[in-house]
């Protein structure tokens, strides 16, 4: 206790009858140690704390609250002037003790005690606790689990044989046992003895219909391999007659030696890609050094090597990056290919084979030469490696497929051969659609030509619009072709769940238009309509007006959006005062309200009513609304709110009779020299405190700010609220509130509430301001926005994408398997990252692996990276959508150092930066794309650090007190809050601070 100067004896020893009570004061003397600290933890709330006064327990409160003095649990004391009292102190009393700000005066046996804030010692009532016997339990719900979330669309897998109908023949065994090995898939082979392979060999059966390789014996096929050829054959040089096409067919095979004649260019050998071309190189063949000959020029100094490399330089004189090149086994392959016996040996097997495969085609054996037919699928590649050998009959038999586990393999003779067979296939389907064999033509399409999208086209054509759409999906072209084909086969269920899981309802709609126009106005009504469920009214009505029949139904979007606010309902309402025939009497006072009011947070609405203004054709309705628009930019750009120059130059260049009287008076826009906040990193940093006495009657756990400066916060078990700039309560949500999940759009919102191992999903309409339960299910991780439908969470090792606009939770997308447990997720129109951590038994840390999709066109994976330099299992997590990562460990934490955070750049090509200011008080990070906020501890004092791309501090906000701040970031604001109920949140672009009462 402070001496005073003398006694003070107050007139007045207690407060009477009802008043706003700041803190309670309760004496163990009067009362007993025991039931003090009862009537302490009673009448202890959420923010409260607990201090240590002249020998009893001081009890501020989170909030004043009143109170009558006859019922109160304790002494009530009045916060006066920054002071707290017990009693009513006259002036003159007053005067006399003189009390500091933050003081305490207790009224006590009569006499007035002053105590200063330095004299008070914080009390931890947690300690009060006897836990010691309690344990753990799991809670558990006491009705049945939720079901498992269905999946709105099952995927087709690729489409077999068997799509194609019973007229298309199974695969032959010997070509089924190659196709796998094409595709990388294991096959069991069933080996023969040695002997009955030999006999085998050595008895060649000239009569087989089917495809075999063995049809001369071993003995015959070594002499033809061994015997020389004539000048005049196929693998000599080139006569002046055209060869037949088995002989062209042959040399493709033929091994290419460097001195082979009739060869235009030489491919070199392993010996002179080891040594280098030098001099002895054949014709053709690039003059870059082998690796030997390269060495030594590099032992005989940089004059020699310069002097080797001199031919391939460019005229810039700068060497372009050399591919790499093929491995020594590939070099060995090669070498042995063109030099050895193998090659012949091998060449010919080949030749022979598609020999005979050419001939089942000419007889017009077409199911059997289906039945033996390799799919082409692309181009040759030239990176292929050439397959050595076959150890079976046909097990190395491969065309051009890439498998799974390794590098592609080619067939090998190159152009000619791939030319030969599609042409072959070609003409097969031609065949074919002149006979009716619609099926066995698409097969031929689609397996052995794989040109899918012609198949899909022929099918559609030929009235099989099911199997096309079929073929669509399951080959995986773009999605706007696959849910034109499935709404052409009628099942309009299915193309609008992968319409609204891919994003590409527009796209759709466009290729529907060319070929169906009824099809195509059907399915933008659906579009409009999925748009207007989301909230995405703005949209909704731009899909639907080019139906000009169905324009009243865009009337409820209209209104809708206009309710909501924000430069989509400033557009919306030039859109109802020009576009319906009622509607300029309708927008008139909105428009009067919006053109007037000279508050700057309006102007970017106005800004957005004049350029959609501009966009819509000359009328009177039109004409009358420009004058007024243009005085509103003008009144703007004067007050350099808005940078308005570029729609006041396109208003006077605007060739309206309006507009003759207003040009002549309409001053130049000027250029403005004021810049954004956000771009202006020299102005001072803004800085926010926020003291103990600011707390709220209510503990925050999210917030999140809404276009129109309002912001919705959940308040836990007491629901949600919606705030208006001015601080006003404009709606309460009667639903358990611990998260909230925002829409894109700033008029819908997801809260979350957990219910033992499950969490309560509701759903709120901040338009119509009304709250409903939707669902309870397993949560493990999620995005904290969605775009209104599409959801992504994470339930262990599957993430999904839930359809919020379904009656059940439902999957239009999913992953599983992801390896480990995701912990964290985030999500923009563009992107989709998340991080997965895992783990191995015995073990509390392996990795930390980020995935990152791109989201047009349907979820696309882009990239998987392991976090760098991450020791054990981070404390804390910051992960933008397009997957730049900080993580690292706090100071203190078990086994946790002060070293520097992990650091993973994005996938999209932009600036980025990594979070400043080492530091043992660093306890947090957050990350935006242009900003990043890092978080400090240091006893009771919180702060948050917000940074620019440069690594500027733009703005400080300091909390005191004991519970941490909450950070939420995005790219136009930034909110802090704390479970004592203060809320505070800064515009990025203007530099404003928003203070958010929570009364």
């Not at 207690?14 to 309760?26: D, E, I, L």
């Not at 946790?896 to 993973?904: E, K, R, T």
Request: proline letters at 7%; hydrophobic letters at 45%.
């Amino acid at each position: 206790m402070s001496p005073t100067p003398e006694t003070v004896r107050p007139r007045a020893q207690v407060h009477r009858g009802t008043v706003v009570v700041a803190a309670w004061w309760f004496h163990p003397g009067m009362l007993g140690e025991a039931e003090a600290r009862r009537r302490v933890l009673a009448a202890w709330r959420p923010g409260a704390t607990v201090w240590a006064l002249a020998g009893g327990h001081l009890l501020k409160l989170a909030a004043p609250c009143k109170s009558a003095v006859e019922a109160a649990p304790g002494l009530p004391l009045v916060l006066e002037s920054g002071v707290l009292t017990s009693a009513p102190l006259s002036a003159k009393e007053r005067e006399r003790l003189a009390p500091p700000a933050g003081a305490v005066v207790l009224v006590h046996a009569g006499v007035a005690r002053m105590y200063r804030p330095g004299e008070l010692r914080h009390v931890d009532p947690g300690a009060w606790l006897d836990v010691s016997e309690w344990r753990r339990v799991r809670v558990k719900g006491l009705g049945a689990p939720p079901p498992p979330m269905k999946m709105a669309v099952e995927p087709l897998p690729p489409p077999t044989r068997e799509w194609f109908g019973p007229k298309v023949p199974t695969l032959a065994p010997e070509a089924e046992h190659m196709l796998a090995r094409m595709e990388g898939r294991e096959v069991p082979v069933v080996r023969e003895g040695f002997f009955a392979r030999l006999r085998r060999a050595f008895s060649p059966k000239a009569g087989e219909a089917t495809l075999t390789l063995r049809r001369e014996g071993l003995l015959a096929r070594l002499r033809k391999a061994f015997r020389a050829e004539p000048e005049g054959a196929p693998n000599g040089a080139v006569t002046s007659g055209r060869a037949g096409f088995f002989d062209r067919l042959r040399s493709a095979f033929a091994s290419n030696s460097s001195g082979a004649p009739g060869s235009d260019t030489a491919r070199p050998g392993l010996w002179q890609r080891f040594f280098g071309s030098g001099s002895t190189s054949a014709p053709g063949v690039g003059g870059r050094a082998g690796w030997f000959a390269r060495l030594l020029a590099g032992m005989r100094g940089h004059d020699s090597a310069t002097a080797s490399q001199q031919g391939s330089l460019p005229a810039s004189g700068t060497r372009p990056p050399e591919p790499e090149g093929p491995g020594a086994l590939e070099q060995l392959k090669a070498w042995m290919l063109q030099n050895t016996l193998l090659g012949r040996l091998i060449g010919q097997r080949k030749g022979d084979y598609l020999r005979r495969l050419f001939e089942l085609f000419e007889e017009g054996k077409l199911d059997e030469a289906l039945r033996h037919a390799i799919p082409l699928g692309t181009e040759p590649d030239e990176r292929a490696r050439l397959a050595l050998g076959v150890p079976g009959p046909r097990d190395e038999l491969r065309i051009q497929p890439r498998g799974r586990s390794g590098a592609a393999q080619a067939f090998g003779g190159g152009p000619a051969v791939f030319e030969a067979l599609r042409e072959r296939y070609r003409e097969t389907f031609r065949r074919l659609e002149r006979e009716g064999r619609i099926d066995e033509a698409a097969f031929v399409l689609a397996e052995l030509l794989g040109t899918i999208e012609e198949a899909v086209s022929f099918l559609e054509r030929h009235g099989r619009l099911r199997l096309a759409a079929e073929l669509a999906e399951g080959r995986d072209l773009p999605a706007s072709l696959v849910v034109r084909q499935w709404f052409l086969a009628k099942d309009v269920e299915r193309a609008v769940s992968i319409a609204r899981r891919s994003g590409m309802f527009a796209d759709a709609v466009v290729r529907l238009e060319k070929t169906h126009p009824a099809e195509a106005q059907t399915l933008r009504l659906l579009w409009a309509e999925s748009l207007a469920e989301a909230g995405d009214w703005a949209r909704a009505v731009d899909a639907v007006w080019p139906v000009t029949s169905a324009r009243h139904l865009a009337r409820a979007w209209v209104d809708r959006g206009i309710q909501a606010g924000g430069a989509s309902g400033a557009k919306l309402l030039v859109r109802l005062a020009l576009g319906f025939p009622d509607g300029f009497a309708a927008a008139r006072e909105d428009v009067q309200a919006l053109l007037s009011d000279d508050a700057p947070a309006r102007a970017p609405e106005r800004q957005a009513f004049a350029t959609e203004l501009l966009r819509e054709g000359a009328s009177e309705a039109r004409s009358a609304l420009l004058v007024p628009t243009t005085r509103a930019l003008m009144r703007d750009d004067a007050v350099d709110v808005l940078t308005a120059s570029k729609v006041l130059q396109q208003l006077r260049a605007l060739k309206d009779p309006a507009m003759a009287a207003l040009r002549t008076d309409l001053p130049t826009p000027k250029v403005s020299q004021r810049h954004p906040w956000a771009e202006s990193p020299d102005l001072a940093p803004v800085r926010v405190w926020m003291d103990r006495n600011d707390a709220g009657a209510h503990a925050v756990h999210d917030a999140v700010v809404l276009p129109g400066q309002r912001v919705l916060l959940a308040l836990g078990e007491a629901g949600a609220r919606l705030v208006g700039p001015d601080g006003r309560t404009l709606a309460g949500f009667d639903v358990p509130a611990f998260s909230l999940v925002v829409s894109a759009q700033g008029n819908r919102a997801l809260a979350l509430a957990r219910r033992g191992d499950l969490w309560r999903l509701s759903r709120l309409d901040l338009v119509e301001r009304r709250a409903t339960r939707w669902c309870d299910t397993e949560l493990d991780a999620w995005a904290p926005t969605y775009d209104g439908e599409r959801w992504f969470t994470a339930v262990r090792d599957t993430v999904s994408m839930v359809d919020t606009l379904a009656a059940e939770p439902r999957s239009l997308w999913r992953v599983s398997q992801v390896g480990g447990t995701v912990l964290r997720m985030a999500v923009d129109a563009k992107h989709l990252s998340f991080l997965v951590l895992h783990l191995t038994p015995g073990q509390d840390f392996e990795r930390l692996e980020r995935w990152s999709y791109v989201l047009a066109g349907g979820p696309t994976l882009r990239g998987r990276a392991d976090v760098p330099d991450l020791r054990g299992t981070p404390d804390t997590l910051a992960l933008t959508p397009d997957g730049e990562v900080v993580a690292g460990r706090i100071a203190g934490a078990e086994g946790a150092g002060a070293g520097p955070w992990s650091y993973l750049a994005p996938i999209a090509v932009r600036r980025f930066h990594i979070p400043s200011r080492q530091g043992e008080e660093r306890v947090g990070a957050v990350l935006g794309q242009a900003w990043s906020v890092t978080r400090f501890q240091k006893g009771e004092l919180h702060t948050a650090v917000l940074r620019d791309l440069a690594g500027h501090a733009r703005a400080t906000v300091e909390f005191s007190g004991t519970p941490p701040q909450v950070v939420r970031l995005t790219e136009d604001w930034c909110a802090v809050h704390d479970l004592f109920g203060r809320v505070v949140w800064l515009d990025l672009t203007s530099g404003e601070v928003h203070r958010v009462p929570v009364v």
